[in-house]
């Protein structure tokens, strides 16, 4: 059967009626997936708007649907990332938001379609998936599927690694996602918070949110910093941190991250948000007319059982220092501590690069397990050969 594709970029802006069946073909592809949780619409159309995503300062990205008969039975997105070439000079471009049937017709032709973008555009390697960089969600879930996926990290089918695959694709990198207990601290841990605790330069607090834009700001610092050296790491502009500021305020839970200072100056930062997708399993991607106060109450009276930590990091400076070795031990008792008190049973630690052997190492001596793992793959630019 032939496969058409539609962009979802119309005369005058994005298409309402294929933007629509963007958002609704993972019903589905999910319709009998238990563990599947649909984002919220709203934040998917604002991640798609040129005029109001900060990725679009510094990248351009476009999608398509692809349909059978008139029915949509997949979807992707292509990106390319200024500040990511900028940084690593590779001529890659990504695939994101890749979703289909369990037919290699409708993935080879989505695949086949943002490749041939980028191509248009000078790439010569296309990467994915990532919606819509490295700062969004990365990664096609390859293990893990027997439970709901936490705040801003995807959920897949199983078979779609293999698709992704059978389209030409390579493995370049996996990512994992570490599942704590809350409440079970190692006595290791717990001695390493104990002695930071005790110094009288080190202090720890939770964030401020009368200063919030502030507090994301400095975490943002640490970020820039701890992580610059990280396989595909592309730093956050100004108005990303502003955006950052502005989304965070209305989910954050304060007691949940740390902020940590040695003699007044930024040193660490644990940012961790309660999980939204726990909060809205059931809203079908809408927060209206219902959805939006079932989030409030869930969020603010009942309270969240589960929690994604995002950002762990010290900022260089430090972490040849001795007397500081602790610092990470001491953040995770810290926010252990609080989410305990919070009534969190469930967290997630997310993500972390394979081959990043000391910050694993130190994740499963805090008591961390891997319990879901993410494939990102890579494939050489050969023009598929519908669009030479």
Same mark, same amino acid.
């Given at each position: ?246 989304? $965070?305020?209305? %989910?954050?839970?304060? =007691? +949940? @991250?740390?902020?940590?200072?040695? #003699? *007044?100056? /930024? ?73 305990? $008190?919070?009534? %969190?049973?469930?967290? =997630? +630690? @997310?993500?972390?690069?394979?081959? #990043? *052997?000391? /910050? ?29």
């Amino acid at each position: 059967m032939t496969i058409e594709l539609r962009s979802i970029e119309g005369k005058k802006g994005l298409d309402k009626k294929c933007l629509r069946d963007f958002l609704d073909v993972v019903e589905g592809i999910y319709r009998d997936d238990e563990h599947f949780v649909r984002t919220l619409d709203m934040d998917i159309r604002e991640r798609l708007d040129k005029k109001k995503n900060p990725f679009f300062d510094h990248g351009e990205a476009t999608a398509w649907v692809a349909y059978r008969e008139g029915k949509p039975v997949g979807r992707i997105s292509a990106s390319i990332d200024r500040a990511h070439l900028e940084r690593h000079d590779d001529d890659t471009g990504f695939f994101g938001f890749l979703d289909t049937i369990d037919d290699p017709s409708v993935s080879q032709a989505l695949l086949d379609q943002a490749t041939a973008w980028l191509h248009e555009r000078g790439m010569k390697k296309v990467r994915g998936p990532m919606s819509l960089s490295i700062n969004e969600e990365c990664g096609l879930l390859v293990d893990g599927f027997d439970r709901p996926p936490m705040i801003m990290m995807p959920h897949h089918r199983s078979y779609q690694g293999a698709l992704v695959e059978a389209a030409g694709f390579e493995k370049i990198k996996d990512l994992f996602a570490w599942r704590y207990e809350v409440g079970h601290v190692p006595r290791r841990a717990q001695r390493a918070y104990e002695a930071i605790e005790a110094m009288p330069e080190v202090t720890t607090r939770g964030i401020d949110m009368s200063n919030i834009e502030h507090d994301v700001r400095l975490i943002m610092e640490v970020f820039n910093d701890a992580w610059s050296e990280n396989w595909g790491y592309v730093p956050a502009t100004e108005r990303e941190v502003q955006k950052m500021a502005k989304d $965070l305020k209305l %989910i954050v839970m304060p =007691e +949940l @991250s740390k902020l940590t200072f040695i #003699n *007044g100056e /930024i040193a660490a930062v644990a940012l961790a948000l309660p999980n939204l997708n726990e909060l809205v399993h059931d809203a079908n991607g809408k927060l209206f007319p219902t959805g939006a106060l079932k989030l409030l109450w869930r969020l603010k009276v009942r309270g969240p059982r589960s929690a994604r930590l995002v950002i762990l990091g010290i900022c260089k400076k430090w972490r040849s220092t001795r007397r500081y070795a602790g610092l990470s031990a001491a953040l995770y008792v810290a926010m252990n501590h609080s989410a305990h $008190l919070l009534g %969190i049973r469930d967290s =997630e +630690l @997310s993500w972390t690069l394979e081959d #990043n *052997g000391k /910050i694993n190492v130190g994740i499963k001596m805090m008591g961390g397990k891997v319990y879901k793992t993410y494939r990102l793959y890579e494939k050489p630019i050969d023009l598929p050969r519908a669009h030479r």
